[in-house]
């Protein structure tokens, strides 16, 4: 009980942070023009001529890589430099309930972010009559796409005071998640590497288990793999910020 | 209520606490001194359980600091050097969020807050965000939340830094009273030595990581080179005839003059020491030697002794000290 509150508190304290900054309201705003963009523009919504949000989904991944991070990388970062870790760790809390309430305000101002889409459903139900399954499977798959990103985000962000290299450096982790088993990559891994060497890369990428829900899908080995890597990278945090406080 | 025991702490090769080992009972106020650098900053996020110790054990209340941290670490109020806050948190918000982690929850709440609002007159801010208060509000902000749940256990990074002579005035009042009247057992850090007279029941020096000084203030005193020395003014008389008069005496060690004018000489006799204590015979031997010659005094009196002084010569002699050396 003591655990679930002292986490509620850190998240709704980090929640309050997030709308006390005009960043939010930027970020959630940018979110909703870059998704409109690439939904409207680049995927041809209305060439495909269906009612379904494809292509709408199809771009979340891209998207967050740049928007994660962003959202992400403060969550450290401004504790160390306000000082107020030293008040955080202090305090009868532990390492992992402030990791996790962090991680879930963020999260939660994610899921915001993405609720505020809603007009696309809209749009689809009026247009025609979609797979209100699929669409459901593809809310779920994006956010916890974004969940992922933003696990490692976190995980970057108590690596280094520094917000750009936290930023670049979970980039660039993401990204290899979603190269990693795109299909150019993989070809060119295979005219050298060992094919167990490839599945094993291919084996990390989210983007296969994106797709599956994107198809209307819910495979627990799916979820194994989202959950799994969001532990494994909140886990990390709580080892770095450990040894960080150690030296 | 604080047990430290023999605490070291490495940064990389750089030896910043050295086998200090510092013990506080309720109702007592350690201060903590030591010139920039000494390493109490240190020491405190040792004790408060933000660093791990190299070596050596915390415990408070009888509970460990690394096996059972949770529990040691809910007896304390911290109140870290320069007062971080959340800075686009309100007042209000900010002092909510630390009685929430501290397990207040409803009424409980409310009441730990308005209390600590009240005893740190914070009402003409409260609902202003943290990053507009002044550096007196900023600072009592986090004094507020380091004794919002009336810890039983505080420690406290210079407390009256950056506050102007009154506020500096009300912060050791309230630490005082604090000590002497809820019984709590407190620590203090400060460089600021009129602090210790005001408001510490003990003291502890550190220097380059090392404690150099444990005891009473007052022990602290009779350290001091001045302390017992005697002072006095006559008239009509020759320096040399009152120097070498006052070094006659036994109870005299040394004699300093300090002004000379209008043949008015001001000198001071400093007093031998046995085991570093002044002989407290020196004022009466002056006294009757002023009598015996029926010299003309203006001035006598005995000199209680220097705090700055006896710190300057605590941390400055017993090792020589390179500055900037990081
Ligand atoms: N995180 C750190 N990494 C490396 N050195 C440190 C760190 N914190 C403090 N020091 C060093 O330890 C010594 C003691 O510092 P500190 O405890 O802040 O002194 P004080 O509070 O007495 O002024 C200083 O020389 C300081 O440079
Ligand atoms: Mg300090």
Redesign the pocket.
């Known amino acids: 009980m003591r655990a679930v509150r002292n986490i509620w508190a850190v998240t709704k304290r980090e929640l309050g942070s997030y709308f006390s900054s005009p960043v939010a309201y930027v970020f959630i705003i940018i979110f909703l023009m870059l998704s409109g963009f690439f939904t409207f523009m680049v995927g041809n919504f209305f060439a495909r001529n269906e009612a379904s949000l494809a292509s709408f989904f199809l771009w979340h991944p891209w998207l967050y890589l740049f928007l994660v991070p962003a959202a992400g990388m403060r969550l450290w970062a401004e504790e160390r430099r306000a000082g107020t870790i030293e008040l955080l760790f202090t305090m009868p809390i532990t390492v992992w309930q402030t990791i996790v309430g962090k991680f879930l305000a963020a999260w939660v101002f994610l899921g915001l972010a993405l609720a505020l889409t809603f007009p696309m459903v809209i749009t689809v139900i009026y247009l025609g009559d979609p797979d209100g399954g699929a669409i459901f499977t593809g809310y779920l798959g994006s956010f916890l796409v974004a969940g992922v990103y933003l696990a490692i985000s976190n995980m970057t962000s108590a690596m280094t005071r520094n917000q750009v290299v936290s930023f670049i450096t979970a980039l660039v982790l993401c990204l290899f998640l979603v190269l990693a088993g795109w299909r150019p990559v993989t070809d060119m891994l295979v005219n050298w590497a060992p094919a167990q060497l490839v599945a094993a890369v291919a084996a990390f990428s989210i983007i296969p288990h994106f797709d599956s829900l994107q198809r209307g899908v819910i495979d627990s080995r799916d979820l194994t793999y989202y959950f799994s890597v969001i532990v494994f990278a909140l886990f990390t945090t709580g080892v770095i910020l450990r040894s960080r406080r150690a030296s | 209520m604080i047990q430290a025991e023999d605490l070291v702490k490495w940064?990389g090769p750089?030896l910043?606490v050295d086998h200090v080992s510092l013990n506080v009972k309720p109702g007592e106020v350690l201060g903590f001194l030591?010139p920039?650098?000494?390493?109490?900053?240190?020491t405190m996020r040792l004790i408060t359980g933000f660093l791990p110790p190299s070596e050596g054990k915390i415990a408070i209340g009888g509970h460990d600091m690394e096996n059972d941290g949770i529990a040691a670490r809910s007896l304390i109020g911290y109140l870290p050097e320069n007062a971080p806050a959340y800075p686009e948190m309100t007042v209000a918000g900010f002092l909510g969020f630390s009685a929430e982690i501290r397990g207040l929850r409803g009424r409980q709440k409310k009441e730990a807050v308005t209390h600590a609002v009240e005893i740190c007159c914070l009402e003409p801010v409260y609902y202003q965000t943290i990053e507009t208060l002044s550096k007196g509000y900023l600072h009592r902000t986090c004094f507020a939340q380091a004794i919002l749940h009336d810890p039983p256990v505080l420690i406290m990074d210079e407390p009256t830094d950056g506050l102007d002579p009154n506020q500096k005035h009300e912060v050791r009042n309230l630490i005082k009273r604090m000590g002497q009247q809820e019984n709590k057992a407190i620590i203090i850090s400060t460089h600021i030595l009129e602090e210790v007279d005001a408001v510490c029941s003990r003291v502890v020096i550190i220097n380059q990581g090392r404690i150099v000084f444990s005891g009473g203030p007052d022990e602290l005193r009779t350290r001091s080179r001045s302390s017992g020395a005697v002072t006095i003014a006559v008239r009509g008389v020759s320096e040399s005839d009152l120097k070498e008069s006052l070094t006659a005496l036994p109870n005299v060690d040394s004699v300093a003059i300090l002004a000379k004018n209008d043949g008015r000489i001001q000198a001071r006799a400093f007093p031998a020491r046995k085991d570093g204590k002044p002989d407290l015979g020196t004022a009466r031997a002056v006294a009757a030697l002023l009598r015996e010659k029926n010299w003309e005094f203006e001035e006598l009196h005995t000199e209680k002794g220097r705090l700055d002084e006896v710190f300057r010569a605590i941390t400055i002699s017993e090792t020589p000290q390179k500055e900037g050396a990081?």
């Not at chain 2, 920039?36 to 240190?42: E, F, Q």
């Open positions: 940064f750089k910043a030591g920039n650098g000494a390493g109490k900053s240190t990081e």
